[in-house]
C-alpha cells in the first residue's frame, strides 16, 4: 500500500492556461474526492467519485473545472483557462466503503500557481 | 454561521509536554462525526483520530486523545508527550450524519498551527 499519490506536485502557470492534476488512490479504495484549499483556511470540497461514477460536484467547481475516473482507478482533475483565483492547493482523498468512521486518505496535495 | 471553530490560530509547546488544540462545532444533527487531522508542511493531511456522537468513551489514539464534551459541543485533541515532529497545522473536522458516505461534507475548522520547540 504505497497511500495516495497526486502528480505535480507544484504547478506554475500562466493565466489562462489549462492544467491537469493526476491523482492515484490507494487500490482498494473506491471512493475518491478532490479538495482545494486556500492559504488559511481547511479544504473545500469539489468533487467525488465511486468507482468510476462522479456523484457529486461542488458549487465551488465551475464549468472551467472538470473530473474524471474513466476506470474506476485514477483520476483527473482538469482546469481550463486558469486564473489567479485559482490558485490554491488541490487535495485528493480516498477511502474504502466500510467501517463507520469512513476516514479519508489524502495525498501530499497539487499546489497550483497561476500568474 | 461558523460549524467547525477552532480558536487558537497558533500554539506553542515545549518538547515532552501536552498541550491541547481546541474544537467547538455546531450541529443539530443528532448523529455526526468528529475528526482531528494533521497536516505538515508537506502538504498531506493525516487522519489523527475520530469520534461519533454516540461513542461513550473518548477516543484515544496513542499519543493522541480526543477530549469530548458533547453538552458543551467541544471535541478538544490533547498531544500527550509532544514531539518535534508534532509540528504542524492541526484541523477539527465534522461529518454531520452517522452515515460514513456523508465524509465528502467534512466541515472544517481553520486550523491550529502548533509549533513544539526543543
Known amino acids: 500500500d504505497t497511500g495516495v499519490s497526486q502528480d505535480p506536485r507544484h504547478k506554475i502557470t500562466k493565466r489562462g492556461q489549462n492544467v491537469t492534476f493526476r491523482c492515484d488512490p490507494i487500490?482498494?479504495?473506491?471512493?475518491l474526492y478532490w479538495y482545494r484549499q486556500t492559504l488559511g483556511q481547511g479544504p473545500e470540497f469539489l468533487t467525488y467519485?465511486?468507482?468510476?461514477?462522479?456523484?457529486?460536484k461542488s458549487r465551488l467547481l465551475s464549468d472551467r473545472f472538470s473530473a474524471e475516473r474513466p476506470k474506476g482507478s485514477f483520476s483527473t482533475l482538469e482546469i481550463q483557462r486558469t486564473e489567479q483565483g485559482d490558485s490554491a492547493m488541490y487535495l485528493c482523498a480516498s477511502r474504502a466503503v466500510q467501517g463507520v468512521t469512513g476516514e479519508l486518505f489524502f495525498g501530499e496535495g497539487s499546489r497550483l500557481t497561476v500568474l | 454561521a461558523q460549524k467547525i471553530t477552532q480558536t487558537q490560530p497558533g500554539m506553542f509547546v515545549q518538547e515532552k509536554e501536552a498541550v491541547t488544540l481546541d474544537c467547538t462545532y455546531d450541529?443539530?444533527?443528532?448523529?455526526?462525526?468528529l475528526f482531528w487531522y494533521k497536516q505538515p508542511s508537506s502538504g498531506e493531511m493525516i487522519f489523527l483520530i475520530y469520534?461519533?456522537?454516540?461513542d461513550q468513551q473518548n477516543a484515544t489514539e496513542g499519543r493522541y486523545s480526543l477530549n469530548f464534551q458533547k453538552a458543551r459541543k467541544s471535541a478538544n485533541l490533547v498531544i500527550s508527550a509532544s514531539q518535534l515532529g508534532d509540528s504542524a497545522m492541526y484541523f477539527c473536522?465534522?461529518?454531520?450524519?452517522?452515515?460514513?458516505?456523508?465524509?465528502?461534507?467534512?466541515?472544517w475548522g481553520l486550523g491550529t498551527s502548533l509549533a513544539v520547540n526543543p
Open positions: 450541529t443539530s444533527d443528532p448523529s455526526y462525526g
Open positions: 469520534q461519533g456522537s454516540y
Open positions: 473536522a465534522m461529518r454531520e450524519g452517522y452515515n460514513a458516505g456523508n465524509n465528502r461534507k467534512l466541515i
Open positions: 467519485f465511486q468507482n468510476e461514477a462522479q456523484l457529486e
Open positions: 487500490s482498494e479504495h473506491n471512493r
